[in-house]
């Protein structure tokens, strides 16, 4: 069984506490991490500063380590996937697909390092002359990093990466039910040559070890991503400091009836509603189908969903294997059988053994669901018809949350008013909702939070703009 204490100043510590690591398919326990007291997370915070102010990596060293990592994880790749597989409860083709992603993100990070700029800033004012005034981007100092359990490689490395591009140190707090890979990480980036400090890694969960690193004011940022209501509570704690957050969303997706291909739209929506097991921030949610084709994208929705797997996520054929946890299986069938009560149909799916939860296609559906107006983050998608283009977008509008939205249409002027009239950060033609490039810039508006990520967006956050005024009498 492996172990991972907490990796601080570039040595793993033993910990008092344990946490287990289950395998949540099989329910065994195949790991086990520290739980950081408040004392371990102020000596990683410790380390931190040291390095971040005794390291002077340069740009190009940094380009070079992490380009290095991105090689050892490529090479590392079917052991990752596995990791992924066991503490996620991803289904192998997932697992895999991630690590690719993984690679992908390091490597842009890496590049991000070379092109940390700046510019001139004209300054023709009276008093000014003779005077040369440009800006630098300078890190931040030290960065919080805190990762949610349903991409725990590669979402750790839209922190870690451009964190350590910029020239930051990290404090990472991975999540508690999937912690191992980002342990896995630390020492990849070791290998790859990173200097003692610059990556700590504190294992706990959220509300002890987490809070404690929130409060440690001399973490100058905090990167999140997880729920609105763990947001929130960061951006209350930490005052004026700077955070980016990355939250939830119940992503919506038009399908409207000059659709080029309404079979491939019915694909997509279905499949990318139940990829990593629903539990995607980008996930497919909420489908809204032109009546015209409604019963047809139905049929077809209900074909490709009863035709998955779904099991055992180690099958490299399986597409849909368990959930997080019992618990939060539990909870997503709960939501599905509330809105069978008020009136829903499952149309396919819908029943549930242990953590898994067979995908779930849901129809007549009403917007005060919960399956319709809030996260179910599970598999579960719930198609509606729509008469009115208008109608439709505003129904989509309609949500507390704004990360991503898709729209599936073949009429390029309605293509671009969508863009502006639908309320989310990416607004995504003729694809699901769930597309995503990792270079592209990612985030979210209303509670789906604030700042971007993507690495050139990322180093951004990461960053501050310092003006200098040469004065050249
Ligand atoms: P959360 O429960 O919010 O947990 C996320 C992280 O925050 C975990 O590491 C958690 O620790 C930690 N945490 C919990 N309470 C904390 C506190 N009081 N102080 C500091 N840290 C705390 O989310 P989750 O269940 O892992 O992930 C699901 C959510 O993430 C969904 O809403 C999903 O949409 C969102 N998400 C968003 C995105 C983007 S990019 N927008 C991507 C993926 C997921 P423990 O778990 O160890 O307690």
């Known amino acids: ?3 991972y204490g907490h990796y601080i100043g570039g040595k793993w510590i033993d910990s008092e506490e344990w946490i287990p690591v289950y395998n949540k ?3 065994e326990v195949f790991a086990r991490v520290g739980k950081a007291s408040r004392e ?4 990683a915070v410790d380390a931190a500063p040291l390095a971040f102010g005794q390291k002077k990596t340069g740009a190009y060293e940094r380009c070079e380590i992490l380009m290095r990592a991105a090689e050892i994880i490529r090479q590392r790749k079917e052991e990752l996937a596995l990791t992924i597989v066991r503490e996620v409860g991803k289904v192998l083709k997932d697992a895999r697909a991630e690590v690719d992603r993984s690679v992908q993100t390091l490597i842009a990070s890496a590049e991000e390092a070379k092109r940390l700029d700046g510019s001139v800033v004209p300054i023709p004012m009276p008093g000014a002359d003779n005077r040369l005034a440009f800006t630098i981007w300078v890190p931040v100092g030290v960065v919080g990093a805190i ?5 725990p490689l590669n979402l750790t490395l839209h922190k870690v990466g451009p964190a350590i591009a910029a020239g930051n140190a990290v404090v990472l707090k991975p999540a508690r039910a999937t912690p191992v890979v980002a342990c896995k990480l630390a020492d990849i980036l070791a290998e790859a040559g990173l200097p003692d400090g610059i990556l700590n890694v504190v294992n706990g969960s959220g509300s002890e070890t987490g809070q404690y690193l929130l409060e440690d004011e001399r973490i100058a940022m905090f990167t999140f991503t997880g729920s ?3 947001g929130r509570h960061i951006k209350r704690v930490t005052g004026i400091r700077k955070v980016a957050l990355e939250l939830g969303n119940n992503s919506p997706n038009i399908v409207h009836r000059d659709v080029p291909d309404p079979d491939k739209a019915a694909e997509l929506c279905v499949t990318r509603g139940f990829t990593n097991n629903g539990q995607a921030c980008i996930s497919v949610q909420r489908i809204y189908v032109h009546k015209d084709i409604h019963e047809r994208f139905v049929r077809k929705a209900v074909e490709i969903t009863g035709s998955l797997k779904v099991g055992n996520p180690e099958d490299p054929d399986t597409d849909v294997g368990p959930m997080i946890s019992e618990k939060e299986a539990i909870r997503a069938e709960s939501w599905i059988l509330e809105a069978v009560r008020q009136g829903a149909d499952v149309a396919c799916g819908g029943k549930r053994k242990g953590a898994v939860l067979e995908p779930t296609v849901l129809t007549h ?5 919960k399956v319709v107006c809030e996260e179910i983050f599970a598999p579960v998608v719930s198609i509606i018809p729509f008469d009115d283009i208008d109608d439709a977008i505003r129904q989509a509008n309609d949500s507390k949350y704004g990360l ?5 249409t073949s009429d390029l002027n309605l293509a671009m008013r969508a863009a502006k009239e639908l309320h989310f950060g990416g607004v995504i033609i003729n694809d699901a909702s769930t597309f995503r490039a990792d270079v592209m810039p990612y985030g979210g508006v209303k509670d789906s939070g604030f700042g971007k990520e993507g690495p050139h967006y990322a180093v951004r956050e990461m960053t501050e703009e310092r003006l200098v005024v040469l004065n050249l009498p």
Do not use: K
């Open 404 to 408: 991503q939205a898709g729209l599936f």
């Open 1 to 3: 069984m492996s172990s």
């Open 228 to 230: 609105p209501e763990v």
């Open 25 to 27: 398919y099989t329910g």
């Open 365 to 369: 559906v009403r917007p005060d669901m």
């Open 40 to 43: 371990t997370v102020s000596r």
């Open 147 to 151: 990762t949610p359990f349903n991409f």
